[in-house]
Each structure stands twice: as structure tokens, then as C-alpha cells.
């Protein structure tokens, strides 16, 4: 730079962000070589942007020498307020891209069958309000293990889990559903029943490695009223149906059993029991705008329906 330069009007709107990158790599590697090398350009390219933008602000930045290039007082003031313009330029790309992956994308959403019939449609229903563009997809799995699963291999977003999780992932509470007793239609039974009421019955469970069955049965056995299975049924709604034909009576989280027969009694457990479905997503994980504007929508179902299990009998 010419000494005739300094003290000259400042050509500030000449100063472009790739001379700024530029700057602030140099700063970073110390020498111009390292510096073209990070940012895939020659060094002649970054000596000629340095050059131009210490001409267009009639101030040396950089002190070259044969140990490589250190700044100036002058250059360390303007390699910050660099820094804070690219931080602020990134911030203006993050908040495009908020509003881009709102007008489009996917969320996917893995749960078990009852929490993805009577839960996830009117969740979906509010989000379309919002972010009418954006697919919600959901995948149906038994157990949580499946749900899991799915979220490890990246094949899904968010699942909708009732066991607790590892530290591998995230979860909160999204309501808790009650279980209740189904008995036959015209069974003399009272309204507040007892455990000997149950064994009246032949009693319907699901299969004991089923997530739902082992929850029943270790209450069961802390309230010391052991109970066995006459029928171990895997589907919800051959259950339900069995009650209706008046095959036996079962213990069964009010979600699952829904739509509920008419014809069928419902009565509440002697003792309550209920299951806490969580929403679950993989721990640290980075997820588009859509999953996190879904997972907001989940949130605010959850604070208007926190008594949704505990509805009258």
C-alpha cells in the first residue's frame, strides 16, 4: 500500500464478505499459504483480497514478514467486528432457512397403534393449521423397541414411546392413560369393584412379554394379587371384542381399548395404575425446522390435555 493512500476517503462499499473470510483466515492460520489452502483458493487470491481490502480502508491490517502475516493493532479491531459480521450473516441464513423449512419438508413419526389412532390425528390436524405444506408421516410399530429402533437408524424424527429410555435419548411426557376393567355386558358388578370381582372372570390379557402385560403384572404382584390368564391375545381390539361376547373380562389401558362397545362395563381398578406415553427423540440430535415446529405442536397438546387418561368413567 502507498503511504499516499492513508488519510484517504474509505471506499466501504467496495469491502465484500469474501475479503472478510479471507481475513479472518489468515488471521486463524497466521500465513497466507495455509490460509489458501483452508479455503480452496490460491494464494495469490488471498494476497490480492487482503491487499484490496486494506486499499479500500487506508489502513495496514496484516505485517508480512518471512514468519508469515500477524496483525496490526488496527487489523486486531477490525478482525472482531469482522467476526461479528459473518457471525450475523449466519444468523440472517438460519432465520431463511427457519422460514424455508416451514413452507416444505417431511416429519416422521414412529408410535404404537392406540397413541397413533386416538392421539397423533388431532395433533396432525393442529399442525396443518400452522404448516399446511409439511408431510407428517406415521409409522406404526408394536412395541418400543421398534419405535427405538427406527429412531437409531434415522428413519424416523420423533416416536411416541411408554417405556422409560436410555440415556441414548430424550423424552418428556406427553399424558398419562389409565387403566381400566372391562367386564361382559349384564355382569352383576358393582360400581367401586374389588379384586375378587376380577376373578369372576376368565381374565384376557395380552401376551406376557407384551410391554402393557408386564406393567399390569408387576402391579399385580406388589399389590400381592396374583391373577392368571385364561386367553393371552395380542391384538387390542380382539380383546375388546372377546369382553363383548362375554369370554371374560381384562385389564386394558383406556386408549387401546377405545372405541369402547356400549354394551360393555367399564369400572376403575381397586388399586389405580396407569402408563406415562412419552415423546422420544434421539438425544443431541439436529433436526430440520419442521421436526422441532412438530415436536413445539406436541408440547402444546400435552399443557391443554394433561387430565386427557383421567376422564370419567
Known amino acids: 500500500m502507498h503511504s499516499s493512500q492513508l488519510g484517504e476517503p474509505m471506499n466501504l462499499e467496495a469491502i465484500k464478505l469474501s475479503q472478510l473470510r479471507i481475513l479472518v483466515a489468515v488471521a486463524n492460520c497466521g500465513n497466507f499459504s495455509e490460509a489458501a489452502l483452508q479455503l480452496g483458493i490460491s494464494q495469490s487470491a488471498v494476497s490480492h483480497a487482503v491487499a484490496s ?24 479491531r477490525v478482525l472482531q467486528h469482522a467476526q461479528e459480521m459473518l457471525r450475523q450473516l449466519e444468523l440472517i441464513g438460519r432465520e431463511a432457512n427457519l422460514s424455508k423449512g416451514l413452507q416444505g419438508g417431511q416429519v416422521r413419526v414412529a408410535s404404537f397403534r392406540s397413541a397413533a389412532t386416538h392421539v397423533l390425528p388431532s395433533v396432525i390436524a393442529e399442525f396443518h393449521k400452522r404448516y399446511p405444506s409439511i408431510a407428517v408421516t406415521i409409522v406404526e410399530y408394536r412395541g418400543d423397541d421398534g419405535v427405538e429402533q427406527a429412531l437409531r437408524e434415522g428413519r424416523v424424527d420423533i416416536g411416541i414411546t411408554c417405556m422409560p429410555t436410555t440415556d441414548e435419548f430424550e423424552s418428556w411426557e406427553l399424558l398419562r392413560d389409565e387403566y381400566i376393567v372391562l367386564f361382559p355386558p349384564g355382569a352383576r358388578i ?77 369400572r376403575s381398578l381397586p388399586a389405580p395404575l396407569e402408563r406415562i406415553i412419552r415423546v422420544t427423540v434421539l438425544a443431541d440430535a439436529l433436526h430440520p425446522p419442521a421436526v422441532y415446529a412438530f415436536l413445539d405442536t406436541l408440547k402444546t397438546f400435552t399443557s391443554k390435555h394433561t387430565d386427557y387418561a383421567s376422564a370419567s368413567i
Open 53 to 76: 481490502l486494506e486499499e479500500d480502508l487506508g489502513v495496514v491490517l496484516l505485517s508480512r514478514g518471512r514468519h508469515g502475516a500477524t496483525l496490526t493493532p488496527v487489523g486486531e
Open 190 to 266: 358393582p360400581d367401586q369393584i374389588t379384586w375378587e370381582d376380577l376373578t369372576v372372570y376368565p381374565v384376557i390379557m395380552p401376551p406376557s412379554n407384551d410391554y402393557c402385560s408386564i406393567l399390569i403384572r408387576d402391579h399385580l404382584t406388589r399389590l400381592e394379587q396374583p391373577m392368571s390368564a385364561a386367553y393371552e391375545i395380542m391384538e387390542d381390539s380382539t380383546i375388546v371384542s372377546m369382553v363383548s361376547q362375554g369370554l371374560g373380562a381384562t385389564i386394558i389401558a383406556r386408549l387401546a381399548a377405545e372405541p369402547l362397545p356400549p354394551e360393555i362395563q367399564v
